[in-house]
T-cell receptor, first 111, second 111 residues
């Protein structure tokens, strides 16, 4: 049984560019959450998708947007990248509001 | 606003030297408290979910307990492979699914 998968594993972008990160949930899960983790800190909640809609959003600007597809997979888009967007981006999947299981993350470096 | 504070920030143990990690929280209403383990550069790995005060969960050398204000993760007779960052997170009853994380406790177990 495959767990949560994310792609790509690493990404290097320059300021002002746009990036798309992808996530496939664990089999049987219908909800996807995205988190940003800076070095030495705990993950910070970006938003959560269920039934292809954004259900809850954390304190992140509109430059961060997402999408959930009918097969429950999800994308995170970040526009107008800033140096401060450099972080590990984590996707977590769950069945509704039950326990969230995390993927390996995408390491984004903005130069 | 929901808050999670973990202590200590870092812990160095000799193999076999038992210890406890603390997670203090404030939340409007607790849906669940979660413990995760995270290895460097990887996604958090789920350990335990606790739902109500007095509840305890065990897995190998780890035991998690919960009161109305805090949770403890007890590590009994640790081995070097228990070295990791341990993250605590709370999910509020008025939250659709957001996990509020602490900054984590970095544990190093030396032979």
């Amino acid at each position: 049984d495959a767990g949560v998968t994310q792609s790509p594993t690493h990404l290097i972008k320059t300021r002002g560019q746009q990036v798309t990160l992808r996530c496939s949930p664990k089999s049987g899960h219908d909800t996807v959450s995205w988190y940003q983790q800076a070095l030495g800190q705990g993950p910070q909640f970006i938003f959560q998708y269920y039934e292809e809609e954004e259900r809850q959003r954390g304190n992140f600007p509109d430059r961060f947007s997402g999408h959930q597809f009918p097969n429950y997979s999800s994308e995170l888009n970040v526009n107008a990248l800033l140096l401060g967007d450099s972080a590990l981006y984590l996707c977590a999947s769950s069945f509704g509001q039950e326990t969230q299981y995390f993927g390996p993350g995408t390491r984004l470096l903005v130069l | 606003e929901d808050q999670v504070t973990q202590s200590p920030e870092a812990l160095r143990l000799q193999e076999g030297e038992s210890s406890s990690l603390n997670c203090s929280y404030t939340v409007s209403g607790l849906r669940g408290l979660f413990w995760y383990r995270q290895d460097p550069g990887k996604g958090p790995e789920f350990l335990f979910t606790l739902y109500s005060a007095g509840e305890e969960k065990e897995k190998e050398r780890l035991k998690a307990t919960l009161t109305k204000k805090e949770s403890f993760l007890h590590i009994t007779a640790p081995k070097p492979e228990d070295s990791a960052t341990y993250l605590c997170a709370v999910q509020a009853t008025d939250s659709w699914g957001k996990l509020q994380f602490g900054a984590g406790t970095q544990v190093v177990v030396t032979p």
